[in-house]
């Protein structure tokens, strides 16, 4: 076989492979890019729901909306994600007065810190640093 011809389908082949690597690395980042998206979008309706079901003028629906939220989480989030949400609710649960506010910052914060892992912010955050809390409408 003259070289020429060896040379050209040798160029022909990495073409193609170069192609067809390049069209599955967009595709893969278009697929995470619609992924994150979607993710995004169930956790801010989780904080809402979780807003607005803040303090003593959560209704029956703001509750069915926490509910329905919650539960959605769980389709789609990392399991430290999980974990956190569930030993949040685990505090959130009990009646108002019997929830330390140190530890309920603290188990929000380490849920915040977790879903922001999860939808790989960038920069990282300083979990020193980071503390997160929720206000009820209408106080400062």
Aim: charged share 30%; net charge positive.
């Amino acid at each position: 076989m003259d070289s020429n011809v060896l040379i050209s389908i040798i160029s022909a082949s990495a073409a193609i492979i170069v192609a067809a690597f390049t069209y599955w690395a967009t595709k893969q980042r278009e697929r995470e890019a619609e992924w994150r998206k979607e993710k995004l979008g169930h956790y801010k309706e989780y904080f809402a729901a979780l807003a607005a079901n803040v303090g003593a003028h959560s209704s029956h629906e703001s509750s069915k909306r926490y509910a329905i939220a919650f539960n959605t989480v769980g389709l789609f989030a990392s399991q430290e994600v999980i974990s956190r949400l569930h030993n949040y609710q685990d505090l959130t649960c009990l009646p108002g007065e019997k929830v330390p506010r140190d530890e309920h910052d603290k188990r929000l914060t380490e849920l915040v810190l977790a879903i922001r892992k999860d939808l790989k912010l960038k920069p990282k955050d300083d979990v020193s640093s980071f503390k997160y809390m929720v206000i009820e409408s209408g106080k400062k």
